[in-house]
């Protein structure tokens, strides 16, 4: 069983930027494809970002490419989100989250295992 524990999230202006992480226990973390996700009020969780193993390969939300970095660091057993020139659009509950049955990153939520309670993100305007 893998625990997941996301922090760094907050209020930001528009513009701004925030990194959030994920620690994760209970198990092995480079035998995990760890994902990002996030979901806003009145909506469905959504794809973010994500990052295989070995963190050699790595996918992004075309909402996200280009503005966010995912990265990891299996020694710490972490998982980051670097997020930058947010938007009040980026304002949601982000989730992090681990798929110990591919290689790849993926962006299919039902692939995912093991999920976090979430770390708000809030852009203000």
């Known amino acids: 069983q893998v625990q997941l524990v996301e922090s760094g999230g907050g209020l930001v202006q528009a513009g701004g930027s925030l990194r959030l992480s994920c620690a994760a226990s209970?198990?092995?973390?480079?035998?995990?494809?760890m994902g990002w996700f996030r979901q806003a009020p009145g909506k469905e969780r959504e794809f973010v970002a994500a990052?295989?193993?070995?963190?050699?390969?790595?996918r992004y939300a075309d909402s996200v490419k280009g503005r966010f970095t995912i990265s990891r660091d299996n020694a710490k057993n972490t998982v980051y989100l670097q997020m930058n020139s947010l938007q009040p659009e980026d304002t949601a509950v982000y989730y992090c989250?681990?798929?110990?049955?591919?290689?790849?990153?993926?962006?299919?939520?039902?692939?995912?295992?093991?999920w976090g309670q979430g770390t708000q993100v809030t852009v203000s305007s």
């Open positions: 209970g198990g092995t973390f480079s035998s995990y494809v």
């Open positions: 989250a681990a798929d110990w049955k591919d290689w790849g990153a993926t962006s299919l939520s039902y692939k995912y295992d093991y």
């Open positions: 990052i295989s193993r070995s963190g050699g390969s790595t």
